[in-house]
T-cell receptor, first 115, second 113 residues
């Protein structure tokens, strides 16, 4: 199993450009998440999904959109990139066993620079 | 809403010394608690987790953590640190049965020979 994979690993954008980050997981997990990691701020939740076709806003959703058309994929879009979106982006997935909550599995990250 | 405090942003220890990383949380009930480790340029890897039961939890790589309800703490410990333990460590909390996790800002561990 590859676990959680992210594409691309690095990207440089100019202000105003758009792009999509792809997250894929092969563990059949119901839940998927997008985080951004900035120095001194830990990980902050951007958007998350509790199942195919459903998404919800996290802590810092402004400027981002997401889609979960297939259970194994979770896309993060930047419609008009801004320098404040320079960050490292992590995707994660998790699963449920009855009423039990389970830990999140993380991808390797995408380092995005917006000039 | 829950919150997590990691009061130490940076810690330096000598190889072979013991380690304790502090984590305090704020939540009305007993939460799900986690410690993750992040090596440079990598994603986060789970070290250990606490859901219920025994308050002393064993994890991978020789780490353990103790849940203390009275102190709202979940401190991470290792009796003897190895140079390969140099990384950033994140404490995280989630309400029971719910999926939204709150992470602390992390503690960066430096290990000196």
């Amino acid at each position: 199993n590859a676990g959680v994979t992210q594409t691309p690993k690095f990207r440089v954008l100019k202000t105003g450009q758009s792009m999509t980050l792809l997250c894929a997981q092969d563990m059949n997990h119901e839940y998927m998440y997008w985080y951004r990691q900035d120095p001194g701020m830990g990980l902050r939740l951007i958007h998350y999904s509790v199942g195919e076709g459903t998404t919800a806003k996290g802590e810092v959703p402004d400027g981002y959109n997401v889609s979960r058309l297939k259970k194994q994929n979770f896309l993060l879009g930047l419609e008009s990139a801004a320098p404040s979106q320079t960050s490292v982006y992590f995707c994660a997935s998790s699963y449920r066993q009855g009423a039990s909550y389970n830990e999140q599995f993380f991808g390797p990250g995408t380092r995005l620079t917006v000039l | 809403a829950q919150s997590v405090t990691q009061p130490d942003i940076h810690i330096t220890v000598s190889e072979g010394a013991s380690l304790e990383l502090r984590c305090n949380y704020s939540y009305g009930a007993t939460p799900y608690l986690f410690w993750y480790v992040q090596s440079p340029g990598q994603g986060l890897q789970l070290l250990l987790k606490y859901f219920s039961g025994d308050t002393l939890v064993q994890g991978i790589k020789g780490f353990e953590a103790e849940f203390k309800r009275s102190q709202s703490s979940f401190n991470l410990r290792k009796p003897s640190v190895h140079w390969s333990d140099a990384a950033e460590y994140f404490c995280a909390v989630a309400p029971g049965g719910y999926q939204k996790v709150t992470f602390g800002i992390g503690t960066k561990l430096q290990v000196i020979p």
